[in-house]
Nanobody, 116 residues
Framework: QVQLVESGGGLVQPGGSLRLSCAAP????????MGWYRQAPGKQRDLVAT???????SYADSVKGRFTISRDNAKNTVYLQMNSLKPEDTAVYYC??????????WGQGTQVTVSS
């Protein structure tokens, strides 16, 4: 069964850093741009960063300059380096295709909590 597996979340103080990883099936990873999404309690799931197969990136304004998305095509893995974390970054983070028309079932996500 194809699935997305996110990891790397945790509890971090404001200003800290985390690196998230997402292992994706080759069936999606090799064909489509990938994205990181997040969902805070009581809020909708939002797209925060995308990366094309060629490595072109884009970011939501709220994370621009602090988050960096990257991908390892040999490992079918996409990463999200998160620096200067803020309490408002607290959410469950998910990866999937950047265009949800091509999405797979959502994985379990990885919890990121930014708190002192």
């Amino acid at each position: 069964q194809v699935q997305l597996v996110e990891s790397g979340g945790g509890l971090v103080q404001p200003g800290g850093s985390l690196r998230l990883s997402c292992a994706a099936p080759g069936s999606i990873f090799s064909l489509y741009a990938m994205g990181w999404y997040r969902q805070a309690p009581g809020k909708q799931r939002d797209l925060v960063a995308t990366i094309t197969r060629g490595g072109r990136t884009s970011y939501a304004d709220s994370v621009k300059g602090r988050f960096t998305i990257s991908r390892d095509n040999a490992k079918n893995t996409v990463y999200l380096q998160m620096n200067s974390l803020k309490p408002e970054d607290t959410a469950v983070y998910y990866c999937n295709a950047a265009d949800l028309r091509y999405s797979l079932p959502w994985g379990q996500g990885t919890q990121v909590t930014v708190s002192s």
